[in-house]
């Protein structure tokens, strides 16, 4: 029986003591010396607690051995055998020992058993008697062994736990670890989940849960156990994207007039669509509404975002504000710059660019400028929330691509300069049900409608066979004036960036590219060498760009008609689409091929989708239907902890856990009843570590 009450075992003191223990350092546990505790650091395990939260990977049922002839060669089995007779050892090569014994099962199927350099786990075994165990499966002629197998002793665990594999830590020393561990909760049942929320979705409390995951008598109570783990994981990721939207909804510092926008879009070379103009009506109404804008604009690559973005700063400026917008490189800051310096200047707004590189002095005469409110929008990297850079007002901060900033800098942008409205631009569509989960913090305009005129990238996949036919149709397309990307095969291990590129780009300039101006891009170049790289191209000096994925975000080179990419089979499909996405941002008909080696018939699949559809929320879908949530969740770097247990593509409970969601905040608003503790400090504990690395 386990025992959850507190006097069994000793009352409130020990309780108490328990309890602290649970968060104290997992150097506290039995057999937890240096080395162990190296480990766990690593592994991001800290305290009993923590470890509390590492999960088996897998059972292993000694309930239910197989039969001995059902057993698959090179593969674990379970298997209950008697041991018929015992070997006289084997002295083999290098020092090493075999010991054999031969066994057969209940079937009367004959199995050796094979044990290295064991004398004692040998002599274990008595001629005569039944047991259990566990090891790897092998063919010796058509006679099954099996290798130093695991012996499983009466008093053992029906079903025994195994861990995440990880050098230094075997699932035996996690076992022990844990068994301490449940033990502490034992003496301190402890619980995260208020009991309503249990009652209401029938969830395990968090001690019978534990026990469930690590020690379970049942596999259906795993099952149960898993599900209120993940309920519970999603609750506190959707608890702590509200609760950082909840800090920023305080009455503005800057609440604004709706302002005449005719003059601005007078002054655009093309007539808005019609999802920018929802876009850009949706974003006055938030600057003029009186709370702080917190805003996603998702749309596909080339759908428009940064027209809609200088609206905002439109608005905004003819309020007397100022405005910054972020990017994640220094070659899309300058694309910034230059695409708003283009819609804005025109109409009398100060745009000015802030990266790392500027030489001191320049750098001082434009933050007097910006402190002075001369200029009016900052476009730059980080480089425009440096301790050093103060507005004079500032009032709407743009970050663009907002995957590659995490958490905690969508928290810390509202700590410059008051609360600042914010809006975050991203071409990553992502499925709508995972849309509630990870933009839980922010309101979301789609740009779902394409400029006209775009002509959909046509795709094709093929075989490294016909890579001189897909080079020749490059060659074509740069005979009638027009640039192209390749993106370069994968870099092999142990070599840089650097040298893949450069090698590839030299055997493509002395084949088929030879006479066509090339150059290359890749992400350990200098940042001043990757802008000019840039630059070249975009002005039409080169003709191809050979690079790796440092292209893939946002970069608009609109005579760029055709992109080549090497080893597709290595990206995830919406990252395949992001990258298409640099070609067909102008007038003429643009084409992506994909080429691939050696591929499965699953990959195949994947890219024969890409083939067939240029609708990104489409691809994100499939992204997620083929390889499932944990892989396209980790992929999309979207910024937010990562989950561990929870099915993503789960809507039930992504729904339920919404409403339980509401349902605690309407209660308490800031989760600071006592009762929502626990809850709150594991929000905290899982936003604050994630901020830690969440920055790339
Ligand atoms: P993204 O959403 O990928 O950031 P951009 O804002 O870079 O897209 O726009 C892509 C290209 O389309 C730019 O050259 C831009 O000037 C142009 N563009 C934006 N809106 C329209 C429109 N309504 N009609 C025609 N072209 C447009
Ligand atoms: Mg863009």
Known sequence: MRKHSLSENGGFGRAVESMTKLF?????????????????????????????????????DYREPMPVAETVPDQTAVVRVTIISKRRPIHARGGLEIFCADAEDADGTPLSIRIFNNFYGFQALKVGETYSMCGKITMNGDRREIHAPQLHREE?????????????????????NIRECLQLLDEAPFETLPPEIRERY?????????????????????????????????????????????????????????VEMQPYFDSLPFTLTKAQMRAVGEIIGDLSGGEPMNRLLQGDV??????????????????????????????????????????????????????GSLKAKEK??????????TVHVVVGTHAVFQKAVEYRKLALVITDEQHRFGVAQRA?????????????????????????????????????????????????????????????????ELEQGRQAYIVCPAVEEGESDLKSVTAYAEEMGSTYLKGWRTDILHGQLP??????????????????????????VGVDVPNATVMVIEDAERFGLSQLHQLRGRVGRGEQQSYCILVTEHVSEESKERLRLLCSTTDGFKVAEADLELRGPGDFFGNMQHGLPPMKLAD?????????????????LADDPDLQKEEHHALYMDIVRLFARYGENGLN
């Open 24 to 60: 104290l350092s997992i150097q506290n546990l039995k057999g937890v010396g240096q080395k162990r505790f190296a480990v766990y650091q690593k592994i991001g395990v800290h305290t009993p607690y923590d470890l509390l939260y590492y999960l088996p990977r897998t059972y292993r």
């Open 156 to 176: 053992d665990a029906p079903i025994e736990a195994i861990y995440p594999q990880t050098t230094g830590l075997t699932s035996a020393m996690v076992r022990t």
């Open 202 to 258: 029938v969830l395990m409390p968090l001690p019978k849960s534990m026990h469930a995951i690590h020690a379970p008598e049942t596999m259906e109570e795993t099952e149960e156990a898993h599900r209120r783990l993940a309920f519970e994981e999603m609750l506190r990721l959707q608890l702590g994207l509200r609760l950082l939207r909840r800090r920023s909804a305080q009455a503005t510092d800057y609440p604004m007039q709706n």
């Open 302 to 355: 080339g759908s428009g975002k940064t027209a809609v973005a200088a609206a905002a700063c439109y608005c905004c400026v003819k309020n007397g504000c100022q405005c910054a917008l972020m990017a994640p490189t220094e070659i899309l800051a300058g694309q910034h710059f230059r695409t708003l310096q283009q819609f804005l200047a025109p109409l009398g707004i100060e745009v000015c660019l802030l990266t």
């Open 364 to 373: 001082r005469e434009l933050y007097a400028k910006i402190a002075d409110g």
């Open 412 to 476: 810390a942008l509202a700590e410059k300069g008051g609360v600042p409205h914010k809006l975050v631009m991203s071409a990553t569509p992502i499925p709508r049900t995972l849309a509630l989960m990870v933009y839980g913090d922010l309101d979301v305009s789609v740009l779902d409608v394409m400029p006209s005129g775009r002509k959909p990238v046509e795709t094709y996949a093929v075989t490294g066979k016909l890579r001189a036919r897909a080079m020749g149709f490059v060659i074509r």
């Open 527 to 552: 940042a001043q060498e990757k802008d000019a790289a840039m630059e070249k191209f975009r002005r039409h000096e080169t003709d191809v760009l050979i690079c790796t994925t440092v292209v893939e």
């Open 648 to 664: 993503l593509t789960d809507t039930k409970m992504l729904y339920q856990v919404q409403e339980a969601a509401e349902w605690l």
